[in-house]
């Protein structure tokens, strides 16, 4: 009996006897990627941990004593707005006074852990030649485009990326998990050259709280809108998302034109056309494409184009902002496909001249560049095109653009379906920027 009475009461404390899991610890760096500040001799490292640490980078010049500097910076607490409200610090560090031109290695963490070591090339703010990949849509699952982008940001023939929106699909996924999971997909690019963003429709979950805390561009609005300078071009990132979730805030449309008004005149003084012959740019949803679904692009009174007219007061649109202010180009994605427009403005096409469309043209240049790879698979075309298109592709891959100099500006359109075969080439030429160069 006695024995019984033993056993029960052992039962009863069952409960406080069960082993609890261990305290989760994970204190090693991942999810490492750069970011260009806007400050030549700069660069900025974010990463991720989901235990607090210190946020250090050690780093070196190329061939020398590995890791003879170091960098501090900060984490800050993103907590997912999930259901299991994970948790995870964000760390960045800014490192400065790099020297242009020459390769630097590093790693980052703390002492508690230390990631792979990567390297880079600090931007050359006079570099007279950057050159980029760019595209939009890239996914965690189908990111077929990503293989190739590895190879050529880890041979070193890129100076930046801009991915135009649309990343993971979705980084909110399984309690933000998709975004790690992206985020350690893209480490292999976006670590070795800067990986400079925009939003997209698939970061609006929980007000873009993913993309606002992942990310580190350039500027005072989480990375929502900005801009930066790299050789002859100023670029200019922009969401095109405020037009469309007035939940979060109808403000930050107005608070968004406002900014592009300003920092275009900025762009346009004499000195800084002098010194940045072009303006390009980015933003997720184009204001023209003629695919076949329904999104904003195919209609006529596109909001980003023309504005909309149901806020109080009534939103202005883009199309008139840009072409008074004389940007050049103007890159976007959100369509999987690809699609080069002939100059155009008010819907109508203004080239150069018939034989040569793009050299000296009379309205900006747009380009859709959506199928990197994503799950969604790609977009169909409407079979009647508008005479502003010029070319489209349905095929998976990106765009390389390079500014070769205050003239010229090369695009052309890698196809992964075709093994990286450049379906699609184009130069701008341009003696002339600014609005004056329209008329
Ligand atoms: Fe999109």
Same mark, same amino acid.
Not at 62 to 79: I, N
Not at 174 to 186: L, S, T
Not at 201 to 206: D, P
Not at 278 to 284: D, E, L, V
């Given at each position: ?12 404390l ?67 707005? #999930? ?19 020459? @390769?630097?290695?590093?790693h980052? #963490? ?9 390297w ?57 998990r ?5 985020m ?15 939003p ?50 109808? $403000? ?5 034109? $406002?900014w ?12 800084s ?14 204001? *023209? ?15 980003? @184009? ?23 180009? $103007? ?6 496909t ?6 155009? *403005? ?23 560049? #959506? ?20 070319? @489209? ?26 093994? #990286? ?19």
């Amino acid at each position: 009996m006695a024995t019984l009475h033993a056993a029960y009461a052992l039962l009863s404390l069952a409960p406080l006897l069960v082993v609890s899991d261990p305290p989760v610890v994970y204190t090693q760096p991942e999810q490492v990627h750069l970011s260009y500040p806007g400050v030549p001799g700069s660069m900025v490292v974010t990463w991720t941990t989901f235990n607090s640490t210190d946020s250090l980078v050690e780093y070196s010049p190329w061939g020398g004593r590995l890791f003879d500097k170091s960098a501090q910076g900060s984490a800050t607490l993103f907590v997912d707005s #999930g259901s299991e409200k994970r948790k995870m610090y964000i760390h960045r560090v800014t490192l400065s006074d790099l020297k242009p031109g020459s @390769r630097y290695v590093y790693h980052c #963490g703390s002492e508690m852990g230390w990631s792979d070591m990567f390297w880079f090339k600090p931007l050359d703010d006079t570099s007279t030649s950057p050159s980029f990949a760019l595209y939009g849509d890239l996914g965690n699952e189908n990111p077929q485009s990503l293989a190739r982008l590895q190879k050529e940001t880890q041979t070193g023939i890129l100076d930046a990326i801009l991915h135009i929106g649309d990343f993971a699909y979705d980084m909110h996924e399984d309690n933000a998990r998709v975004g790690d999971e992206f985020m350690r997909q893209i480490q292999s690019i976006a670590a070795y050259v800067p990986y400079m963003t925009c939003p997209g429709n698939h970061e609006a979950t929980y007000n873009f709280s993913n993309y606002r805390n992942r990310f580190s561009m350039p500027g005072q609005s989480e990375s929502l809108w900005y801009s930066w300078n790299i050789g002859p071009a100023h670029i200019i990132s922009l969401s095109t998302e405020v037009y469309f979730y007035l939940e979060y805030g109808q $403000e930050l449309l107005f608070r968004q034109y $406002e900014w592009l008004k300003r920092d275009l005149e900025e762009a346009n003084k004499p000195e800084s056309r002098a010194a940045r012959p072009w303006i390009i740019t980015m933003g997720h949803r184009p204001m *023209y494409c003629s695919d076949d679904d329904q999104d904003d692009c195919t209609t006529f009174d596109s909001f980003i @184009r023309r504005g909309r007219n149901d806020t109080k007061p009534p939103a202005p649109g883009l199309e008139d902002l840009f072409y008074l202010h004389g940007v050049d180009l $103007e890159l976007w994605a959100h369509e999987h496909t690809y699609e080069r427009l002939w100059p155009v *403005y008010g819907d109508k096409v203004y080239n150069g001249s018939t034989e040569d469309p793009y050299t000296n043209p009379k309205a900006p240049v747009h380009i859709i560049t #959506g199928s990197a790879g994503c799950r969604e698979r790609t977009d169909k075309f409407n079979p009647n095109p508008k005479d502003w298109s010029a070319f @489209r592709s349905t095929d998976y891959g990106y765009t390389h653009m390079q500014v070769v100099n205050r003239t010229h500006v090369y695009l052309g359109q890698v196809s992964d379906d075709q093994a #990286g075969k450049v379906i699609d080439s184009i130069w701008i030429v341009k003696e002339k920027h600014g609005y004056d160069a329209w008329l």
